[in-house]
């Protein structure tokens, strides 16, 4: 059994590896009782959204970590996926400016994924 910290790494790297950009992992455990991380990616259209979440749920999928949800908006300008201790937000990079999640969440720790994302 994997811990949050190492679904939400294991996360970031999967996203990573299918292109997806602008990756922000935050730490929300002490600012809500939600999960532990938000993992917030950017897709460079719907269909990108939609295949860095079907490649983040193979992934978790092989490391045996059930999926309690998933959620699609607005023909997939928006998918959510609910690991329990982390939830993946994919956006397009319009829903993602519109709903500002890190605003929102400002509160919460942004943790350095720098070790785990490879710049381009």
């Known amino acids: 059994m994997l811990t949050a910290k190492q679904v939400a790494y294991e996360l970031t790297r999967a996203l ?10 935050l730490k929300i455990d002490e600012v ?3 999960a532990d991380y938000f993992l917030i990616c950017t897709g460079t259209s719907s269909t990108h959204v939609k295949t860095l979440c079907d ?4 992934t978790l999928e092989q ?3 059930t999926m309690l949800g998933r ?4 023909g997939n300008t928006w998918e959510l996926l609910d690991y329990g201790s982390i939830v993946v937000h994919v956006f397009t990079d319009e829903a993602r400016q519109f709903y500002s ?4 969440w400002a509160d919460a ?6 070790e785990i ?3 381009e």
Do not use: N
């Open 16 to 25: 990573d590896s299918k292109k997806g950009m602008d990756i922000k992992l």
């Open 32 to 34: 809500s009782s939600l």
């Open 55 to 58: 490649f983040a749920e193979y």
């Open 63 to 65: 490391l045996g970590e």
């Open 71 to 74: 959620e699609g908006h607005r």
């Open 101 to 104: 999640l890190e605003r929102l």
């Open 109 to 114: 720790e942004q943790i350095d994924i720098s």
């Open 117 to 119: 994302v490879i710049e």
